[in-house]
């Protein structure tokens, strides 16, 4: 079982930046892919950012690309969320999330473990 707790959430204006990151309590945690999703009020849960267990390969939704950064530091079991030049639209309660698979990291089916989110407001 692997236990993941985000943090660095918040209010921000528009425009400003947030960095969230997911701390797992596994001594493995450098053989699972991450990911970040994101839920909105009312709104099903959606793929935000992806990475392969070594960081070679990455991922991002249209929506975020070129404004948000992830990123994973193996020594410390923690995984980033680094989000830049926010909007309205990016305030949602945010997972981090573990995957055993090396494939189709965009979808949620793919992933095993999940944190309890945490929430990011950004306001107009």
């Known amino acids: 079982q692997v236990q993941l707790v985000e943090s660095g959430g918040g209010l921000v204006q528009a425009g400003g930046s947030l960095r969230l990151s997911c701390a797992a309590s596994?001594?493995?945690?450098?053989?699972?892919?991450m990911g970040w999703f994101r839920q909105a009020p009312g709104k099903e849960r959606e793929f935000v950012a992806a990475?392969?267990?070594?960081?070679?390969?990455?991922y991002y939704a249209d929506s975020v690309k070129g404004r948000f950064t992830i990123s994973r530091d193996n020594a410390k079991n923690t995984v980033y969320l680094q989000m830049n030049s926010l909007k309205p639209e990016d305030t949602a309660v945010y997972y981090c999330a573990a995957s055993y698979s090396r494939i189709n990291l965009v979808e949620r089916e793919r992933y095993d473990y999940w944190g309890q989110g945490t929430q990011v407001t950004v306001s107009s």
């Open positions: 990475i392969s267990w070594n960081g070679g390969r990455i």
């Open positions: 596994t001594r493995t945690f450098s053989t699972y892919a």
